[in-house]
Nanobody, 122 residues
C-alpha cells in the first residue's frame, strides 16, 4: 500500500501563492503517476493537475493552466503543486492521488490522501 499525506494548505489572499506537498510512503514497487484534485463546498471532485511517473508529461485543468505547476522529487517521494495568482474560486480541499497510469480521471486513482484546505480570500 501507498500512504499519501498532503501539506501546505492554508489561508492566502487573492493573488498570493501557495505550495502544496504530497509525501508518499509505504511500499512503492511500481512507478506511479500523481494527480491533484480539489473539492469545493457543495461541488464534485475536480481534476486539477497530473504528472506522469517519469515527470515528462503533465496535465492541467483549463482553470489553472498557467497559474499552477506540478512537479515531483523522486528522492523524497514528494509531489508538489505550486499555485500562483490564486483566486477565490481556487478555494477547496485539495487531494493528492497516485495511480499506475497517467490520467485525468479520478476513478482510475488507487491511493488518496486526506486532503488539505486551501482558502483564498478576496
Amino acid at each position: 500500500q501507498v500512504q499519501l499525506v498532503e501539506s501546505g494548505g492554508g489561508l492566502v489572499q487573492a493573488g498570493g501563492s501557495l505550495r502544496l506537498s504530497c509525501a508518499a510512503s509505504g511500499r512503492t514497487v511500481r512507478p506511479y503517476a500523481m494527480g491533484w484534485f480539489r473539492q469545493a463546498p457543495g461541488k464534485e471532485h475536480e481534476f486539477v493537475s497530473a504528472i506522469s511517473w517519469t515527470g515528462s508529461s503533465t496535465y492541467y485543468a483549463e482553470s489553472v493552466k498557467g497559474r499552477f505547476t506540478i512537479s515531483r522529487a523522486y528522492t523524497s517521494n514528494t509531489t508538489y503543486l505550486q499555485m500562483e495568482s490564486l483566486e477565490p474560486e481556487d478555494t477547496a480541499v485539495y487531494y493528492c492521488a497516485a495511480d499506475g497510469r497517467f490520467s485525468r480521471q479520478k476513478e482510475l486513482y488507487s491511493y488518496w490522501g486526506r486532503g488539505t484546505q486551501v482558502t483564498v480570500s478576496s
